[in-house]
């Protein structure tokens, strides 16, 4: 059996006490990866934080250095496309309350998910994070990852995702969790499937739902992982470093304790350390013969030496003609 991966990458910066910098959180990290596909003639999917884009576009006539980071991300983005890489919508819907003071950017994570949103609210994000890469690279915007895995529940969403035909979504990971703060999600409940069509809920299987769900890859992890990921994180080598200079928003306590002391799904992933399972991740997954997509998940900001070399002897070793994008999922008979 034959089977497509399909790496794709959430395009952001950080959401914390310090958002990082363009070059460092997005542009300079997305080139290194982009080097190492172009050896292999391997493609990814950008998963592009559009909420960002608004805000630029919206700010940068007042501020230069805004203006400057306008030109540079959508140089990038455009340049992605051209090459064949595949560009599809990021929603992180806080950017509509976070602010600019003339020097650094100041999150509010207060309304972290688009539920926190009136659906009238809802139907306007959505019509404007996509016009703002329609405008870029054209009409090519079918496929969603919610900010934080966050699409539950997913009835106040359905209507504004539906009427801009945002019909492709690729967030649920198999038996993934988490309650904090800002963020909300379940997915224990998901079909152990490759992919399915659903309608009201993501997780609910329906035959001629409007929508399609391509889950991100997932693998079980011990909490013995988790204590070498703080060890790494706080005394690794410089190749553990992330390219990322900003600071995520915090988890909770309580899942942050789940992961150090129980078995943990995560979604398969090229960021820093975890980029260690990939390939015994990807062993597993060949043996379960109801799959068909192998979906791994990054960011720009969390990779590191160590898992780019990891992504690469990855490649290397797996049929490099299997790597493909969301977009041609698209073109694989998968439209409604």
């Not at 405008?135 to 090519?140: A, R, W």
């Not at 409940?189 to 991100?216: H, R, T, V, Y």
Request: aromatic content about 14%; hydrophobic content about 35%; proline content about 3%.
């Amino acid at each position: 059996m034959s089977n497509n991966i399909l790496i794709t990458l959430d395009y952001e910066l950080f959401f914390g006490s310090k958002v990082g910098t363009l070059n460092n959180c997005i542009l300079n990290p997305t080139t290194a990866l982009i080097n190492i596909l172009d050896k292999y003639n391997a493609k990814a999917t950008f998963f592009v934080d559009s909420g960002y884009l608004v805000k630029l576009e919206e700010l940068k006539e007042t501020y230069p250095l805004l203006e400057k980071e306008y030109q540079d991300i959508t140089t990038q983005i455009k340049e992605l496309d051209q090459n064949g890489h595949n560009i599809q919508l990021h929603i992180h819907p806080h950017w509509e309350d976070s602010t600019y003071d003339g020097a650094n950017w100041i999150m509010n994570t207060k309304r972290y998910r688009l539920h926190e949103f009136s659906e009238q609210k809802i139907d306007d994000i959505v019509f404007r994070y996509k016009k703002v890469l329609t405008n870029l690279v054209g009409d090519k915007i079918f496929a969603h990852r919610a900010g934080g895995w966050c699409m539950q529940p997913f009835d106040k969403l359905k209507n504004a995702f539906k009427k801009h035909n945002i019909w492709l979504d690729s967030t649920v990971f198999e038996n993934g969790m988490n309650h904090s703060e800002t963020h909300y999600f379940d997915f224990r409940n998901s079909p152990k499937k490759a992919k399915w069509s659903f309608e009201n809920d993501p997780l609910i299987e329906e035959k001629n739902g409007f929508f399609q769900e391509f889950p991100i890859s997932a693998y079980k992890l011990s909490p013995l992982f988790f204590w070498k990921l703080v060890f790494f994180k706080k005394l690794g080598s410089k190749e553990h470093n992330t390219f990322g200079d900003g600071t995520a928003a915090g988890g909770s306590k309580k899942d942050k304790l789940r992961m150090l002391t129980s078995f943990t799904n995560s979604v398969v992933s090229i960021d820093g350390y975890k980029s260690s399972f990939l390939q015994d991740a990807y062993n597993s997954f060949r043996k379960r013969d109801d799959r068909d997509n192998f979906i791994v998940i990054g960011h720009p900001k969390a990779m590191s030496e160590y898992s780019l070399k990891k992504l690469e002897k990855f490649i290397k070793k797996n049929n490099s003609s299997n790597f493909i994008t969301v977009g041609e999922l698209n073109n694989e008979s998968y439209t409604n």
